[in-house]
């Protein structure tokens, strides 16, 4: 199954969030495959990967070239996870596909022969409903959408984003449904933070998971050391959370 993590807003913990999900996944012995659909390529390293030369730029360039094959792509095992990475080299990908025919299936095609080696995609994308994350919708099964505690405009876009999955599933990928969305960096002392969550909860145009993930240096200190939260601190309290949110995204998708 093929899970994008997304929304539009920036630093609202997308990449966190797609790094701990597949981290723990992995680490209950299920085949995860962690996507890195970002120029920023902080999901890659975030998992300890710098200086790849072989990223997913590759593949898809391949793929619009129409000779992809599959030792275009080569994905890194990191620990007990695979990586397929990225790098800024995707920015300029992302310019070309404007003009390609069949752009919004490129991801889709290059995963298309390797997604049964695995139990779960995990995509991590940018921050836009470009080009690139419709790849992404049109190559998954669910979208998960971080959502922060303490903005009280988290949820302006929040149409934009369902309007882009509903465009995709009527014209591309009819099966892609949002799974739900996770309230991020919560700081449970902060008034602020409990009624905005409480909002979140209360719009009809949500499905919060149950799980929230609590701010945490902790959690900033592991994407600066190339490290999962769960390798870092995982006792803390963000690592629990992420195991939580694992559980209740195992429920949702009977995964
Ligand atoms: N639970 C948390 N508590 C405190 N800081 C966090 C937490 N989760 C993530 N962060 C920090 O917040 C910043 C943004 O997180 P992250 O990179 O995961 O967000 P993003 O949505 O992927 O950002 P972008 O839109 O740039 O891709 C990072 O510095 C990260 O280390
Ligand atoms: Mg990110």
Redesign the pocket.
């Known amino acids: 199954m093929i899970i994008t993590v997304t929304?539009q807003?920036?630093?609202?913990?997308?990449?966190?969030?797609?790094i701990s999900i597949a981290a723990e996944l992995a680490a209950r012995g299920k085949g995860v495959l962690l996507v890195d659909l970002?120029p920023?390529g902080?999901a890659t390293i975030?998992c300890g990967l710098t200086n790849i030369k072989d990223t997913i730029v590759k593949p898809m360039m391949a793929d619009i070239n129409g000779n992809f094959s599959l030792n275009d792509l080569t994905v890194i095992l990191r620990k007990n996870f695979f990586v397929l990475p990225s790098n800024i080299e995707l920015a300029n990908l992302e310019l070309m596909l404007v003009s390609v025919i069949g752009r919004e299936g490129v991801l889709k095609r290059i995963l298309e022969p390797i997604k049964n080696d695995y139990d779960f995609i995990i995509i991590?994308t940018?921050?836009s409903l470009g080009i690139l994350t419709v790849n992404a919708f049109a190559a998954s099964d669910y979208v998960i959408v971080?959502i922060l505690a303490r903005d009280y405009y988290s949820l302006q876009g929040f149409d934009a984003l369902i309007e882009s999955v509903n465009l995709t599933k009527r014209c591309i990928n009819p099966k892609l449904e949002i799974l739900g969305e996770v309230i991020?960096?919560y700081d449970s002392r902060n008034k602020n933070d409990k009624m905005i969550a409480n909002t979140i909860r209360a719009d009809v145009r949500t499905n919060v998971f149950d799980t929230v993930?609590?701010?945490?240096?902790?959690?900033?200190e592991?994407?600066?050391l190339g490290k999962t939260i769960l390798e870092h601190d995982c006792k803390g309290k963000?690592a629990l959370a992420y195991k939580s949110l694992t559980d209740e995204i195992l429920a949702r998708t009977g995964g």
Not at 12 to 17: A, C, D, S, Y
Not at 213 to 220: D, E, V
Request: glycine residues 12%; proline residues 9%; without cysteine.
């Open positions: 929304t807003k920036g630093g609202v913990g997308k990449t966190t969030t797609a970002d920023q902080n975030g991590d940018l921050p971080p991020t960096m993930i609590p701010q945490s240096t902790r959690a900033a592991a994407n600066r963000t």
